[in-house]
């Protein structure tokens, strides 16, 4: 457990944990909520006092906007309601004497002792990060590729931002069980089994060029009926087409059937067809292991639990919804009605067979109810949304909301949008081929190396004289985390242009950008050769207004990594620790730190270099993005 350290920032009310005791705006928000309640009474228990940082620091270091509504409310001018809550706020300790501005803005400055103070308490492994008190598992559906198809630039960002999300929650503590929905199961497999057995392949020399095509045939084939017989039908094409055609299907109904007989003779674990199975599924998972490592993400094959994990619990699945009489027949097909929209999800169809949507219901009763998860996500990109709101709602109607302690489940669909390419169009290669995601990992990587290369040709850079391997592998990580940077600083719903060179940039916002000034910092202190124990001893001095603002960044951090996990939402780190980086630069200009006036501001000004290094390589890590040490 972390120290409890009362006397941070002063009063605190008595069940606020340690961590809003290090964060001002909470401590503001607090004093200022109980200031409310006592200058205007029960009514306004519990009201926000609209905490915001000024944008300019000579009026102070926050506002506190609450009386302009309150004003409304009361039908009072909001500076007599500001008034009256200053006359009730008790700041002792933590502000100096607030003032009021305009028509009612309330401007706080924190006291340079408190900055000290909570300062010093998240100078820890912590770095004021809290601990999450829920001990339920937290699953995270990411990755989900499909064996024997091309890996594509969605389950790359699946990957990124799933992993991404794994190290936040794990950052606070959570148990994170990642789990990759493989597609392993299911006709279309099958469909590629019979294709490979009929086209006479070695299936211990198989290549995925060999799975690619044998899956394209395969919905060639599963596809001609309907394809063909539309057009003959659109457009009138005559009686020979027809005939040739059904010819054709005729064919293709018989490969149908093969493939259809395949899947029940591997459903009933004919050896001979598992053990072929297994040989694409190691096919497959040896060209994601390559990319997995490439990509830097904690995420291997044991972490694979594929559809076909889920084959045996989809009988019993199909008898708790028609048991509890939640699915009904329709036209011999099994579908769950919703009571507020017209869509129904199929869980069995007329032939018996299972859907995507069966098996994703036992997945997520095995996740809720076996593995006593209380939080699901699944990043999946944005059109699967409709598959997934009947999934989260058919799940709640069968009891799966609630794990077996009693705990609400929360099921989250993390939605992400697609990446573009130059012309604003879902990327494509030059051929009009889908991009895949191995060749835009390599050009990253080789685009990272030239720019480190070129660096370290001048005299002057730190990197200069290094070996070719280790430029080579600086190179690396820079390439892979102006990616990730790419992929994770916006909204995820919003499609994104992968503009390489704007993204590998080392200015503006981007993830060299970060890797640089986390470089620039370690440096910094380097140059400065000073005994990193008296440092992390040196008491800190907040003088400077550029102190100032880098000490309330640095607060910052922990509460928004709560904020980050709540939501969800990596982009709110990468916000941070842009500002991080600016604040930083600033105080560097403005506070010499080696020239500085005295030992003592030298040594508690790299204490505050060190802190800022410290939590950069934080951040970057649970974006998954290496804090590079020279570059
Ligand atoms: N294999 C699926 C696809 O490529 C993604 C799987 C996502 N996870 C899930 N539980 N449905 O579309």
Redesign the pocket.
């Known amino acids: 457990m972390i120290p409890q350290a009362g006397a941070i920032l002063g009063l605190m009310a008595p069940n606020t944990d340690f961590f809003e005791t290090i964060d001002p705006a909470a401590a503001l928000r607090n004093r200022f909520s109980d200031a409310i309640l006592r200058a205007l009474g029960d009514d306004f228990r519990d009201s926000d006092p609209v905490i915001r940082a000024t944008t300019n620091p000579e009026f102070g270091d926050f506002q506190v906007n609450a009386a302009m509504g309150l004003g409304k409310r009361l039908k009072r001018p909001p500076r007599e309601v500001a008034l009256e809550i200053l006359q009730a706020v008790d700041l002792d300790g933590l502000a100096e004497e607030p003032e009021i501005a305009g028509p009612g803005f309330i401007n706080v400055r924190i006291r340079t002792s408190a900055l000290v103070e909570a300062l010093n308490s998240i100078d820890a492994d912590h770095l004021g990060v809290a601990p999450s008190k829920d001990t339920h598992p937290v699953v995270i559906?990411l990755c989900?590729?499909?064996v024997a198809k091309q890996l594509h630039v969605g389950?790359l960002r699946s990957t990124i931002i799933g992993d991404a999300l794994g190290r936040i929650l794990e950052r606070r503590g959570r148990t994170v069980l990642r789990e990759n929905?493989l597609?392993d199961w299911g006709l279309p497999i099958a469909m590629v089994l019979h294709r490979l057995r009929i086209a006479g392949i070695d299936l211990d020399a198989l290549k995925l060029v060999d799975l690619d095509t044998a899956y394209r045939d395969g919905q060639l084939v599963t596809k001609m009926d309907v394809r063909g017989m539309e057009i003959v039908e659109d457009r009138n094409i005559g009686p020979h087409r027809i005939i040739e055609l059904e010819e054709q299907n005729e064919g293709a109904q018989q490969q149908r059937n093969a493939a259809a007989e395949t899947l029940v003779a591997l459903q009933q674990g004919d050896a001979e067809l598992v053990s072929d199975w297994q040989k694409l599924i190691d096919c497959t998972m040896r060209a994601v292991v390559d990319i997995l490592e490439k990509l830097n993400v904690l995420l291997g094959t044991e972490h694979n639990r594929g559809e076909s994990f889920y084959r045996t619990h989809l009988p019993g699945i199909i008898d708790t919804f028609v048991d509890g009489g939640l699915a009904v027949r329709d036209d011999g097909a099994l579908i769950v009605r919703f009571p507020d929209r017209e869509r129904p999800m199929l869980i069995q169809k007329s032939n018996g067979g299972y859907l995507?949507a069966t098996t994703?219901l036992a997945?997520i009763r095995h996740r809720v109810v076996d593995e006593n998860a209380d939080r699901v996500v699944?990043v999946?990109d944005a059109r699967?949304r409709d598959h997934f709101k009947d999934l989260f709602d058919a799940a709640r109607m069968a009891g799966w909301g609630v794990t077996p302690d009693g705990h609400d489940v929360e099921m989250v669909h993390i939605p992400f949008g697609s990446v573009l390419g130059m012309d604003k169009k879902p990327l494509k290669t030059r051929s009009g081929d889908n991009v895949t995601l191995a060749s835009l990992l390599d050009e990253a990587i080789s685009r990272g190396r030239t720019e480190v290369h070129r660096r370290a040709g001048d005299e002057n850079a730190p990197t200069h004289g290094f070996s070719k391997e280790e430029l080579d592998r600086i190179g690396e990580g820079v390439g892979i985390g102006a990616i990730k940077y790419a992929d994770l600083s916006n909204d995820l719903v919003r499609d994104y242009v992968f503009d390489m060179d704007r993204m590998i940039a080392f200015e503006g916002d981007t993830g060299p950008y970060l890797q640089y000034a986390h470089a620039r910092i370690c440096s910094i202190i380097a140059k400065a050769d000073e005994d990193p124990d008296v440092v992390s001893n040196a008491p800190l001095i907040i003088g400077e207004p550029a102190e100032r603002a880098l000490a309330l960044q640095l607060l910052q951090y922990g509460p928004m990594i709560t904020e980050a996990a709540r939501h969800l939402e990596p982009h709110r780190i990468c916000t941070e620790l842009h500002g991080l980086a600016e604040t930083f630069n600033s105080f560097y200009q403005q506070c010499p730190v080696r020239k500085a006036a005295t030992d003592e501001l030298r040594r508690s000004r790299l204490r505050l270099c060190d802190l800022s290094r410290r939590v950069l390589a934080d951040g970057l890590g649970l974006l998954g993005i290496e804090a590079i040490q020279t570059m």
Do not use: E, L, T
Request: charged share 15%.
């Open positions: 559906d989900g590729v499909n389950h929905h597609g995507y994703d997945a699944y999946v699967q």
